[in-house]
């Protein structure tokens, strides 16, 4: 009997290897994915640009996202400007998806134009950033029903391991 469980146990911990590997890959693969926007023109990317420099209140807690998503625009609107391939593009990778949606999404302003400026470009990325952070979300539901996963494996790796020395030294198991 004792063989049995100590197959059990084995069988679970090859299993709870398999799921780790797995869940490290979706992790690498989702952090290292990027998210294409699609803007109209090069004025939006330089709209954005100009909302994150003036209107955009940082603090602390955020700066340094401030500044890479503003330096990643900046960088990908040089890009667009040689490749002038029609169609303006940015790809950014979750964390600046993110604060780009924080920062569209808290920004203030004043003046008739500066709304009009402000609600074209919202009209225009909106949808796509939100399609984008609910594609993000459901593969991080995927990781986390993953750890939920490994959570259970490795309580049951532990009750099949004491299981087995119980037996191991006389025990009674129920």
Known sequence: MAK????????????????????????????????????ENTQNINAILKQIDKNYQWSIKNAAYVINLYDTLAEQKKLNNVSNAGKTTVDLNGVQLNQLYIIITNITGTGVEAARTFTRLLTNIGAQLTGALN????ANKVIQEKHVELAELDANIEKEEKATAEIGHGGIVE
Do not use: C, F, G
């Open 135 to 138: 594609e993000m979300a459901a």
């Open 4 to 39: 049995i469980k100590t197959k059990t146990a084995t069988k679970l911990k090859d299993l709870r290897a398999q799921l780790e590997v797995e869940v490290n890959t979706s992790q690498i693969e989702l952090a290292d994915k990027k998210y294409t926007v699609v803007l």
